[in-house]
């Protein structure tokens, strides 16, 4: 029997042995051997025996069987060496297990973080030493994506409202000025009555004192009956030339400038799907970007390895999330499967949603005609009144104009008129509330909007919800990936 030991060399698959043959009575002799994968020979005949003792895969056969099985377990130990020999085999199990649950975590959390950065803090938070404008990074110190840019976003979503959804002066036909007036009435009759009693008092006060009462109630019952000559005049010019006494975009972009969070709640009510898809998809992707990520660092544990994976694995998660929501813009077959955007394919719910909120806290009665009288237009529509209530008291003077003018004079009478049309302008807010139902419902904004929105192209619906992330995409990305590279440091010094 020969008895051999073994040194293996898995680099290149050799192995050298030093044998000792033994019969049954005495010692036959030691051979020392060195060999590329062959098995010392021996010429003596003979069983094997005391297999077991020998090192695995490593005896002298002195038959060609025992040669060959030999030979083949001598290189399945060799194998078996050169894989035990990869860097991973040093690291405990566990630690393998827990790398795919610390990428998906890492992907959650720079995801989360992501959107929370996108809409808050709605002001500035921080030393405000110094911020670009429209930027949400400052000196030191930051201010969410979506409230930074406000001025901004606000101009794209009027911008989307006038030229795609809706059309102020058809939208605005739809008032009847009767019903209008109707509607005016207990404002108008308080602030007429009112005015022409002051005006009188104060033009022609001998005059008015003397009058008896019931003279005097009929001057302002007179005044009363043509008030609603001069709304349905008076608003029907409104509404012809609504373009001239509103602007629109400069009250959207006021109104949400002002109102960061009202901004922040649009986007985020109406693309809130599309938020949680981004929150959890971080997890998903992190989880399988970090199988992968614990493939290589079984095989190859060089430093860099873990924060450059978490860096990619938080990139990625933040990029792939984004881009499946607005991408592809058009429906594709791929396969026999449909794919398109995900906030694409809800844009009838999003309509829906979109339009209600729009109607209710934007493009709202109480905010358009806040916009006419106090806006950028305002003196349009003041000249518009002023007309209007000079032809209403003449209207009201009738035939007594003459003796009136007689009485107090042709530019008193003139600088009255001009006096009362100032009352009228500014007791106007208060009739006016009195119309914010029936305007409400005339001019039926949220079905208007609705039905447009609905009708939008893919690529025209898209401009709804993107410009949030459009903006400073590259940043929520970013973001990501530092915070991903800086778990993978953490993950390189504290798990190994």
């Known amino acids: 029997m020969c008895g051999c030991a073994r040194t293996i060399d898995p680099s290149h698959h050799t192995f050298s042995a030093s044998c000792t043959c033994y019969d049954a009575s005495r010692q036959t002799g030691r051979c020392n051997t060195a060999t590329a994968g062959r098995i010392c020979r021996r010429p003596r005949a003979g069983r094997l025996q005391h297999l077991g003792k020998a090192p695995l ?40 297990v827990t790398m795919p649950f610390i990428s ?33 990074l400052g000196c030191i ?31 605005f036909s739809r008032l009847d000025p009767d019903e209008m007036c109707e509607a005016l009435e207990p404002g108008l009759l308080a602030v007429v009555s009112r005015v022409v009693t002051e005006m009188a008092a104060k033009h022609m006060p001998g005059t008015w004192h003397f009058l008896p009462e019931a003279s005097r109630d009929d001057i302002v019952l007179k005044a009363l009956e043509d008030v609603p000559i001069f709304m349905r005049s008076f608003m029907g010019e409104v509404k012809t030339n609504i373009d001239d006494v509103l602007d629109v975009h400069h009250m959207v972009i006021t109104n949400l400038v002002k109102n960061k969070a009202l901004m922040n709640r649009v986007f985020m009510e109406v693309g809130a799907k599309e938020l949680v898809f981004i929150e ?13 990520q614990t493939c290589l660092w079984y095989f190859y544990q060089e430093n860099w390895v873990l924060p450059v ?32 955007g995900l906030f694409l394919k809800r844009q009838t719910e999003v309509s829906a949603h979109f339009a209600e909120i729009t109607s209710n806290e934007i493009l709202t009665s109480q905010a358009m005609w806040e916009a006419i009288l106090t806006g950028p237009k305002r003196d349009s529509f003041n000249d518009m ?52 139902t029936y305007t409400t419902k005339a001019l039926d ?19 709804v919800l993107h410009p949030v992330f459009e903006e400073d995409e590259w940043k929520l990305i970013l973001v990501g990936a530092a915070l991903g590279a800086a778990v993978g440091v953490f993950q390189l010094f504290v798990l190994f």
């Open 57 to 96: 895969g490593s005896w002298c056969a002195s038959s060609g069987a025992g040669m060959r099985i030999g030979l083949l377990v001598g290189l399945l130990a060799a194998s078996i060496r050169r894989v035990e020999a990869y860097p991973g085999d040093s690291d405990p199990w566990w630690v393998f």
């Open 104 to 136: 998906g975590a890492v992907g959650y959390v720079t995801n989360i973080l992501a959107l929370k950065m996108t809409f808050y803090p709605v002001e500035f938070w921080g030393i405000k030493i110094w911020q670009p404008e429209d930027q949400p």
């Open 141 to 171: 110190g930051w201010q969410g994506i979506v409230p930074a840019k406000a001025a901004k976003m606000a101009q794209k979503s009027v911008t989307l409202m006038t030229e795609k959804l809706i059309n102020i002066k058809e939208v």
């Open 280 to 292: 959890r998809s971080g997890l998903l992707f992190g989880f399988l970007f970090g199988c992968l």
């Open 309 to 340: 994976g978490g860096l990619v694995v938080g990139w990625l998660t933040n990029y792939l999330a984004l881009k499946m929501i607005f991408r592809p813009v058009n429906e594709r077959i791929v396969c026999g499967l449909k794919l398109q």
């Open 385 to 436: 009144c002023k007309r209007h209530t000079h032809n209403f008291v003449d209207d009201m003077a009738g035939s007594m104009r003459p003796l009136v003018q007689h009485m107090i004079g042709e530019n008193e009478f003139v600088g009255l008129k001009d006096e009362i049309a100032q009352q009228m302008i500014e007791n106007l807010p208060m009739a006016i509330r009195f119309g914010h």
């Open 445 to 463: 904004m949220s079905n208007t909007i609705r039905v447009a929105m609905q009708g939008l192209s893919p690529a025209e619906f898209e401009g």
